[in-house]
């Protein structure tokens, strides 16, 4: 099948590549498998070096390629293609996603249902080698100052159906409205990748804007697929750690900033405490490099930090109504799905089946 390419597409799919060529064909045949067809899709590959343009050219010409020399990250190639886009929505979909044929369908439909200050919708995320597992399912901000996703893990039995409010979610895969997106700022280039979700959400609400989950619709999601497998874990730290820090200064008041100063000091001092106890000098390292970059970037944190809070349209108290709706799933740090007493028993109560892993255990109900 080949993909869809109308001349003036209601919606632009964009999907971000850095030697993700392994990913791709199951990705773009699912697209193309859509039910809906005004869609455009739009690929940004961040200077591949694993044949993915080439893949790309000889078998989805259809597809708008944008080539980059450089990796330029997920905030970055994201800001790319919705500059190039011509719909008035992008759908920005990771390349590590196998998509149903409704997704798009159920997604553009339940946006324009829903209260004109609704930025984006979110599908249920399943994990693709587990897909009886929620993978995401909303995120939250807790009272910790730290967010969390939430629902991971456990065994899908469609309880969860209606449309509904949520802070947030990973963006495997997000409907968004074009316009007040860009109003908004589009992604921050400075997190390059990681918590970069985390911040357009939090800036979102603050603005103004809310997001809806909408689980009819559904992908499937290979994992950390995309932020790829054999990449040094402490790289990925690095930006986790400092875009946390870059988060918390940009959106959260000063009277929030203020009540949470000591749990925000709190948690770099334990990260640093528990390097040197393990006398693991790289992570020491790390947190210095943290330093460093917060210091760099203070001007422009400060310019940002001011853009925002004079916009401010809502008080961080406004939305952290989604902070306690459910319990946080430790095991999603696991990265996988687990046998859970509340797996066993929601099994039990279903009467339902259903596999751990690559299948090779099965839990069966009544």
Same mark, same amino acid.
């Given at each position: 099948?080949?993909?869809?390419?109308?001349?003036?597409?209601?919606?632009?799919?964009?999907?971000?590549?850095?030697?993700?060529?392994?990913?791709?064909?199951?990705?773009?045949?699912?697209?193309?498998?859509?039910?809906?067809?005004?869609?455009?899709?739009?690929?940004?590959?961040?200077?591949?070096?694993?044949?993915?343009?080439?893949?790309?050219?000889?078998?989805?010409?259809?597809?708008?390629?944008?080539?980059?020399?450089?990796?330029?990250?997920?905030?970055?190639?994201?800001?790319?293609?919705?500059?190039?886009?011509?719909?008035?929505?992008?759908?920005?979909?990771?390349?590590?996603?196998?998509?149903?044929?409704?997704?798009?369908?159920?997604?553009?439909?339940?946006?324009?249902?829903?209260?004109?200050?609704?930025?984006?919708?979110?599908?249920?995320?399943?994990?693709?080698?587990?897909?009886?597992?929620?993978?995401?399912?909303?995120?939250?901000?807790?009272?910790?100052?730290?967010?969390?996703?939430?629902?991971?893990?456990?065994?899908?039995?469609?309880?969860?159906?209606?449309?509904?409010?949520?802070f947030g979610s990973i963006f495997a895969a997000v409907l968004l409205k074009k316009e007040p997106f860009e109003?908004?700022?589009?992604?921050?280039?400075?997190?390059?990748?990681?918590?970069?979700?985390?911040?357009?959400?939090?800036?979102?609400?603050?603005?103004?804007?809310?997001?809806?989950?909408?689980?009819?619709?559904?992908?499937?999601?290979?994992?950390?697929?995309?932020?790829?497998?054999?990449?040094?874990?402490?790289?990925?730290?690095?930006?986790?750690?400092?875009?946390?820090?870059?988060?918390?200064?940009?959106?959260?008041?000063?009277?929030?900033?203020?009540?949470?100063?000591?749990?925000?000091?709190?948690?770099? =001092?334990? @990260? +640093?405490?528990? %390097? #040197?106890?393990?006398?693991?000098?790289?992570?020491?390292?790390?947190?210095?490099?943290? /330093?460093?970059?917060?210091?760099?970037?203070?001007?422009?944190?400060?310019?940002?930090?001011?853009?925002?809070?004079?916009?401010?349209?809502?008080?961080?108290?406004?939305?952290?109504?989604?902070?306690?709706?459910?319990?946080?799933?430790?095991?999603?740090?696991?990265?996988?799905?687990?046998?859970? =007493?509340? @797996? +066993?028993?929601? %099994? #039990?109560?279903?009467?339902?089946?259903?596999?751990?892993?690559?299948?090779?255990?099965? /839990?069966?109900?009544?």
């Amino acid at each position: 099948m080949r993909l869809a390419r109308p001349d003036s597409p209601s919606i632009s799919t964009i999907i971000v590549n850095y030697n993700g060529c392994q990913y791709l064909d199951d990705c773009l045949s699912s697209l193309a498998r859509q039910t809906c067809q005004d869609f455009e899709t739009i690929l940004v590959d961040n200077g591949s070096s694993d044949g993915s343009v080439h893949f790309i050219q000889e078998n989805y010409p259809e597809v708008r390629l944008i080539k980059n020399e450089t990796n330029r990250g997920f905030c970055g190639g994201n800001n790319d293609g919705i500059s190039a886009a011509r719909g008035d929505f992008v759908f920005l979909l990771n390349n590590d996603t196998v998509i149903d044929p409704e997704c798009m369908t159920i997604l553009s439909e339940g946006l324009k249902e829903l209260p004109s200050d609704c930025l984006g919708v979110f599908p249920k995320v399943l994990f693709h080698g587990a897909p009886s597992f929620i993978n995401a399912a909303g995120c939250v901000w807790n009272y910790s100052s730290f967010w969390r996703d939430i629902r991971v893990g456990l065994l899908d039995v469609d309880q969860y159906q209606d449309p509904e409010p949520v802070f947030g979610s990973i963006f495997a895969a997000v409907l968004l409205k074009k316009e007040p997106f860009e109003q908004i700022n589009l992604f921050d280039e400075d997190f390059f990748t990681y918590g970069e979700d985390f911040d357009v959400c939090y800036r979102a609400h603050v603005l103004g804007y809310s997001f809806y989950m909408i689980p009819k619709a559904v992908i499937y999601h290979k994992y950390r697929g995309s932020s790829r497998e054999d990449r040094d874990p402490l790289w990925a730290y690095y930006y986790f750690l400092r875009n946390y820090y870059f988060m918390l200064f940009k959106n959260l008041s000063g009277e929030m900033l203020w009540r949470r100063r000591k749990s925000v000091v709190h948690f770099f =001092l334990a @990260n +640093l405490y528990w %390097a #040197l106890q393990q006398r693991d000098l790289k992570r020491v390292r790390l947190a210095v490099k943290v /330093l460093n970059s917060l210091v760099r970037h203070a001007p422009a944190l400060i310019r940002k930090r001011r853009w925002i809070q004079t916009r401010r349209k809502q008080p961080d108290s406004a939305f952290w109504d989604f902070s306690e709706r459910e319990n946080h799933n430790i095991f999603h740090y696991c990265g996988w799905p687990v046998l859970s =007493l509340l @797996n +066993l028993k929601t %099994a #039990l109560e279903k009467g339902c089946r259903y596999k751990i892993g690559a299948g090779k255990e099965y /839990l069966a109900g009544p």
